[in-house]
């Protein structure tokens, strides 16, 4: 075949190249014809050269096979050049696609950091708001209401975390329950207590309403005496309310605004206002999660003497108008610029260990009241219990109270979510805590469990006092007798073998000030 004659236009160049001679001849690279085009990532940075390469094929006629064979291209001469140009195009894009990757991560992180100034901005909004007035001055605000209507949730929202435990179920919530909360320029202390049953129940029905087990505590008592206990739980409880009542300036009576009014209310409302006239009480209709809906709630509720306010501790609906009420109800604290702010920091104790070694009883016998509920059940105490106090020499600690924790095989084979709730409470206070106190019992000496906890002390880093709890039960004690006991403890305590080493009795006061 006769070669074809040069155009007029351009001497130089043939009338119409080959896709492949043509890309040579201008120094661009271009894919085989029987290649498939690479996928292209949808980054806006490979738009472009994309839309540039389509409109160069563009250019080309579609009968490159028959011009490759008129200039003598067979094909077989360029297959390595071809491949090599082919791995030279995706790693250009490859180039391409993390460059758009880093711009991509580039934006990210400016708007992190956007967030992080927003957050520090509220941090420092709230630092200039507290003037780390001490919880005891700080003007207190409590959390009323019959099992299961939202006190905890509502807690929880207040004071901004998890610290009570939310389950559906009632009577989680025994003891009193602190946290500090702020709204504007107003900082106060918020209670959480447990439900108050104000109706005559069976001890068959107290057992259900409370989800107390009495299969499981220290096995030298009865069952008829933990049933006993049992029994008596609501009358404490209802004690605890009451202490957190007496101490309040402002009282949140909640009630439950899906199940309406029912008689466990009527008596409590009829509580309140026989017995705390004087102080203010705000009615909170909880779990109306729509703000239409929950007006229709409210209405039920009128009955009551107080004026329903429709919210929801879950979803934060209503809660910026209850909290308006409540700083409107809180007068300023008095006496703020007189009050020496605290410099330094409290050291925290968290007082761990099995259940019924008798922690809740050491820590009524520090501060010198019924702080916690004390019980031959075990499981009575639930949350981390923060409790604040000075010894005679004015030191001021703060005192952590936890629930009891048993082995991992008997709370997983339980099944119990509060049990796995309160067990993890127990080790964020060993976490948060200066010192822990490890609490054994001292006929049971060191079990394995005990060794367990003690691992997690020594793991967590934590400075640590080995507290014997119980000592009056030793029978026939004398010096001896202690010196053996103790070499028993650091043989079995190996890893805290520096740890000083206390005996008491909580239940008459021994010692416990050591």
């Known amino acids: 075949m006769a070669a074809m004659a040069p155009s007029s236009s351009s001497p130089s160049l043939p009338a119409r190249l080959p896709r492949r001679a043509h890309a040579r001849l201008l120094g661009r690279k271009a894919p085989p014809a029987s290649a498939p085009r690479p996928l292209l990532l949808s980054f806006p940075g490979l738009r472009a050269p994309a839309a540039q390469q389509r409109s160069a094929e563009c250019q080309f006629g579609e009968d490159d096979g028959e011009e490759e064979e008129e200039?003598?291209?067979?094909?077989?001469?360029?297959?390595?050049?071809?491949?090599?140009?082919?791995?030279?195009?995706?790693?250009?894009?490859?180039?391409?696609?993390?460059?758009?990757?880093?711009?991509?991560?580039?934006?990210?992180?400016?708007?992190?950091?956007?967030?992080?100034?927003?957050?520090?901005?509220?941090?420092?909004?709230?630092?200039?708001?507290?003037?780390?007035?001490?919880d005891s001055l700080l003007p207190k605000v409590a959390i009323i209401g019959r099992p299961n209507v939202g006190k905890s949730a509502l807690?929880?929202?207040?004071?901004?975390?998890?610290?009570?435990?939310?389950?559906?179920?009632?009577?989680?919530?025994?003891?009193?329950l602190y946290g500090r909360s702020y709204w504007g320029d107003q900082e106060f202390m918020v209670i959480d207590t447990g439900?108050?049953?104000?109706?005559?129940?069976?001890?068959?029905?107290?057992?259900?309403?409370?989800?107390?087990?009495?299969?499981?505590?220290?096995?030298?008592?009865?069952?008829?005496?933990?049933?006993?206990?049992?029994?008596?739980?609501p009358s404490m409880i209802e004690k605890q309310a009451v202490a957190a009542v007496d101490e309040a300036?402002?009282?949140?009576?909640?009630?439950?605004?899906?199940?309406?009014?029912?008689?466990?209310?009527?008596?409590?409302?009829?509580?309140?206002?026989r017995n705390y006239s004087d102080k203010c009480v705000i009615l909170a209709v909880n779990k109306c999660e729509s703000p239409r809906k929950g007006q229709m709630q409210a209405l039920d509720f009128w009955s009551l003497g107080f004026s329903p306010l429709p919210i929801s501790a879950i979803t934060g609906t209503g809660?910026?108008?209850?909290?308006?009420?409540?700083?409107?109800?809180?007068?300023?604290?008095?006496?703020?610029?007189?009050?020496?702010e605290e410099k330094n920091k409290v050291p925290a104790i968290a007082i761990v260990g099995r259940p019924n070694v008798g922690k809740?009883?050491?820590?009524?016998?520090?501060?010198?009241?019924?702080?916690?509920?004390?019980?031959?059940?075990?499981?009575?105490?639930?949350?981390?219990?923060?409790?604040?106090?000075?010894?005679?020499?004015?030191?001021?600690?703060?005192?952590?109270?936890?629930?009891?924790?048993?082995?991992?095989?008997?709370?997983?084979?339980?099944?119990?979510?509060t049990e796995s709730l309160s067990v993890k409470r127990a080790f964020r206070a060993?976490?948060?805590?200066?010192?822990?106190?490890?609490?054994?019992?001292?006929?049971?000496?060191?079990?394995?469990?005990?060794?367990?906890?003690?691992?997690?002390?020594?793991?967590?880093?934590?400075?640590c006092v080995i507290v014997v709890n119980k000592w009056d039960t030793i029978p026939n004690k004398n010096h001896e007798s202690t010196t053996h006991y103790e070499q028993d403890v650091r043989e079995k305590l190996r890893i805290l073998d520096w740890a000083p080493i206390v005996y008491c009795s909580a239940t008459n006061g021994t010692s416990v000030e050591k």
């Open 71 to 134: 200039y003598g291209y067979d094909g077989e001469e360029d297959d390595d050049e071809d491949e090599v140009e082919e791995e030279m195009d995706v790693e250009a894009m490859e180039e391409e696609a993390r460059g758009a990757a880093a711009d991509l991560a580039e934006r990210l992180a400016r708007e992190l950091h956007i967030d992080d100034d927003v957050r520090e901005k509220r941090k420092n909004i709230r630092e200039s708001v507290s003037k780390h007035i001490p």
């Open 155 to 176: 807690f929880n929202r207040l004071v901004g975390g998890n610290r009570a435990i939310v389950v559906d179920e009632p009577g989680v919530t025994r003891d009193r």
């Open 195 to 233: 439900g108050v049953i104000t109706l005559s129940k069976s001890q068959a029905g107290v057992m259900e309403e409370l989800a107390v087990t009495t299969t499981v505590g220290m096995d030298g008592i009865p069952l008829a005496t933990r049933e006993a206990a049992i029994a008596r739980m």
């Open 249 to 273: 300036a402002v009282i949140l009576f909640v009630v439950d605004g899906q199940a309406g009014l029912v008689a466990a209310d009527i008596e409590i409302s009829d509580w309140l206002r």
């Open 319 to 340: 809660t910026g108008d209850l909290l308006d009420l409540v700083c409107a109800e809180l007068r300023k604290f008095e006496g703020l610029d007189g009050v020496e």
């Open 360 to 417: 809740s009883s050491i820590l009524n016998a520090l501060v010198g009241e019924d702080r916690t509920i004390v019980s031959p059940v075990s499981g009575t105490t639930r949350d981390a219990i923060d409790t604040e106090f000075s010894t005679a020499d004015g030191e001021k600690y703060k005192l952590i109270d936890t629930a009891g924790i048993r082995r991992r095989a008997a709370v997983v084979s339980a099944g119990s979510t």
């Open 430 to 463: 060993i976490r948060r805590s200066d010192v822990v106190a490890l609490v054994i019992e001292a006929m049971a000496c060191v079990t394995e469990q005990d060794y367990k906890i003690a691992e997690r002390i020594e793991k967590e880093g934590k400075a």
